[in-house]
């Protein structure tokens, strides 16, 4: 599960991403997340806490 900041590409958080190759785009340098994915990781992540506890 990715953090909401992470890498709008692949995933990956700012500090370790560095250059990143990912199918569609390639190569990559971090890119700034949508308002809507930031919104859905938070979601899933709200979500699978909630899963866990009793």
């Given at each position: 599960?990715?953090?909401?900041?992470?890498?709008?590409?692949?995933?990956?958080?700012?500090?370790?991403?560095?250059?990143?190759?990912?199918?569609?785009?390639?190569?990559?340098?971090?890119?700034?997340?949508?308002?809507?994915?930031?919104?859905?990781?938070?979601?899933?992540r709200?979500?699978?806490?909630?899963?866990v506890?009793?």
């Amino acid at each position: 599960m990715s953090a909401p900041s992470a890498c709008r590409w692949c995933g990956i958080e700012q500090r370790a991403h560095f250059q990143q190759w990912k199918q569609p785009v390639g190569w990559h340098s971090w890119e700034q997340p949508t308002q809507a994915q930031i919104k859905a990781r938070m979601i899933a992540r709200r979500q699978a806490r909630t899963e866990v506890t009793p």
